[in-house]
């Protein structure tokens, strides 16, 4: 048989906000996903606070080679792959692109 908890609580449950707190997610039933503590982390490591659309955003991106919105990787980014800033800096440009588009939204809505 397999361990219960892993080592050190590793595959104890986790609350995740599907779209973080900090981005004005809040702790409705629809927006808590249960995980292991193991792949909530992971999550955190690899996304940070993205939310899962931003998430397929960013894998395009870094790991596809896609461009969206004219931002993207070229022949010479491949070769020379990503540094950690580059990631992370990424990660900040797609939320500030969701922010911005929610606003535009939001101001279209007001207008109409």
């Known amino acids: 048989m397999g361990r219960k908890n892993g080592k050190n609580g590793k595959n104890d449950p986790s609350r ?21 503590k193991r792949f909530h982390g992971l999550w955190h490591d690899l996304f940070g606070n993205l939310t899962p659309m931003e998430s397929i955003q960013f894998i395009r991106e870094v790991f596809l080679d896609e461009k969206r919105k004219g931002v ?19 990660q900040l440009s797609i939320q500030k692109e969701t922010i911005r588009d929610k606003r535009k939204e939001l101001i279209s809505t007001d207008i109409d």
């Open 16 to 36: 995740h906000h599907v779209i973080p707190q900090s981005r004005g997610g809040g702790n409705e039933k629809e927006n808590i996903k249960i995980l292991p």
């Open 72 to 90: 993207g990787t070229t022949k010479k980014r491949k070769k020379k792959g990503w540094k950690v800033d580059e990631l992370y800096d990424r």
